[in-house]
């Protein structure tokens, strides 16, 4: 009976076994990360607590004052900013919103350790559920209003579009704060879908890869909030799917400007979002060049966007060193100082970032997987480093093309890696005042997960034999575990009877 049990185990996980060709022939990976998402990304967005992610309350202000018609930010000069009692007064970053979705940001903040004018730190805390049901009762009541500063002023309108299209419509509805929330949390949800959903169907290589990164805990808890994580990410994969396909497509004979377009459109939307992710468009130069009419043409397919989006971030770069100046920061110095400082200071800029990896590229590592609510609920690290695990035998195993990645294509990815790196930790360079260690601050290991595919193709080789066990099948069953245990995680973590 036993050795019965343990061959149908066997069978179950095996490459021969009904499981493996039903999930080939029928439940295409496209499928299985619609299926999956939309699950466990509606319980995540309605579990969560309200406004309890990455700066969301920031950026629902955000959301809000586009629906009022205010593209930038409003000012504010104040001797506190709400919590801070300072000296003098300071110019604040604000916007004017109704004091019922301000009430419930404020009674949320004590789930997380804050401290007061006094410096006194607080403690995190747990919401009853009573209190939870609560807050989904409380009204809009839309003409009382207050001015709330907040500090995620420089994102435009291209990051919140379907969401500001939504909150227009709940505002005219006098939708209740709560639902507001859920619902932009769904668009958010919906949006990463849409764009994760082609990015898998339309790669010719590592289908399987792109499913197990797009389903990892933290990728559906960053979908299912109000932030722009989910569009980065969302726009990211779907890039490198796309220049695969363009690479290995092999219906496709020659690249045109039909082609080109998408490629172009798709890096430019990526750079308004977050312009550090620029060297994604090198991914361009592992395009077969026979593919291109002539040199000449190949290069202007590059140069154009390139000059785009190189105009767009010098000039977004420029407008917001100007309407920021005279403005509150909490953690920044001087930018202006700080960009000349690279330039006049090399060294010390790179003992910055150089002491910064060494000194923190473990709990980077750890935050790509595992960085839920604000940054204070984490996973057991041993279910980490066992998915990581697996994600790397289905990079070495799993979805073989029939050409692997040369070691020009690896040298690529290592560069634009490398590059999207040192313009992150540069940014936060640049704003943020260093540890007095020297670290750089500010930086997330989710910020890494938008170049994550590329990292895990490098492990692409054709010189080990496919093992015979079902690894996706497997995978997915763990990520289903590892969400099982995350889900229990935030509910032990925020509620209390």
Not at 345 to 359: F, G, W
Not at 385 to 408: E, W
Request: glycine content about 2%; hydrophobic content about 50%.
């Amino acid at each position: 009976m036993v050795q019965n049990f343990i061959n149908t185990i066997q069978k179950f996980f095996s490459c021969n076994g009904n499981i493996y060709h039903y999930m080939r022939n029928y439940i295409v990976p496209e499928k299985i990360f619609l299926i999956f998402c939309l699950f466990w990304g509606i319980i995540l967005a309605f579990i969560n607590p309200l406004f309890l992610s990455f700066d969301e309350p920031e950026h629902f202000y955000k959301i809000y004052g586009f629906t009022d018609g205010t593209m930038n930010f409003k000012k504010i000069t104040s001797y506190t900013d709400g919590t801070l009692l300072f000296k003098e007064p300071q110019n604040f970053p604000a916007q004017i919103i109704p004091v019922s979705i301000v009430q419930i940001c404020v009674e949320n903040k004590r789930l997380n350790a804050y401290f007061d004018e006094n410096k006194t730190v607080y403690k995190p805390e747990k919401i009853k559920i009573k209190d939870a049901i609560r807050q989904y009762k409380t009204e809009l009541n839309k003409n009382f209003k207050t001015i709330v500063v907040h500090v995620i002023p420089s994102y435009t309108i291209a990051s919140y579009l379907p969401h500001t299209i939504m909150l227009t419509i709940l505002k005219y509805l006098d939708t209740k704060p709560a639902y507001m929330v859920f619902i932009l949390r769904l668009c958010s949800l919906f949006l990463y879908i849409a764009l994760v959903y082609n990015a898998i169907k339309i790669t010719p290589v590592k289908k399987y890869l792109f499913l197990i990164l797009s389903i990892a805990p933290l990728s559906v808890y960053l979908s299912s909030t109000i932030n722009t994580d989910h569009l980065v990410i969302g726009l990211a994969f779907l890039l490198i799917a796309y220049t695969l396909k363009l690479k290995y497509d092999e219906k496709l004979k020659s690249i045109e400007i039909k082609h080109i377009l998408p490629f172009a459109l798709l890096i430019l939307w990526l750079c308004v979002c977050k312009f550090t992710y620029l060297p994604l468009i090198i991914l361009f130069f592992i395009l077969p060049e026979e593919k291109f009419k002539n040199k000449k043409y190949r290069t202007l397919c590059f140069i154009i966007p390139f000059i785009i989006c190189a105009i767009w971030i010098a000039g977004y770069l420029t407008y917001n060193l100007h309407i920021f100046k005279g403005v509150f920061s909490y953690f920044s110095k001087d930018t202006v100082a700080a960009i000349k400082s690279i330039f006049t200071a090399p060294l010390d800029y790179i003992a910055s970032i150089v002491k910064t990896i060494i000194a923190n590229h473990t709990e980077y590592t750890r935050r790509i997987f595992s960085d839920f609510g604000s940054s204070d609920t984490q996973i057991h690290s041993g279910i980490i480093y066992s998915f990581i695990t697996l994600i790397f035998f289905n990079a070495l195993f799993c979805d073989k093309q029939k050409i692997p990645f040369n070691i020009k294509e690896k040298l690529i990815f290592v560069l634009i890696i490398l590059t999207v790196l040192l313009l992150t930790l540069t940014a936060n360079y640049i704003i943020f005042v260093l540890s007095p260690e020297g670290l750089i601050e500010g930086f997330k290991g989710r910020y890494l997960i938008p170049v994550l595919p590329l990292f895990f193709m490098l492990f692409d080789n054709n010189k080990l034999k496919p093992l015979k066990i079902n690894l996706p099948l497997i995978t997915v069953m763990y990520t289903f575990f590892f969400m099982i245990i995350f889900t229990l995680t935030i509910i032990n973590r925020y509620y209390t009877v």
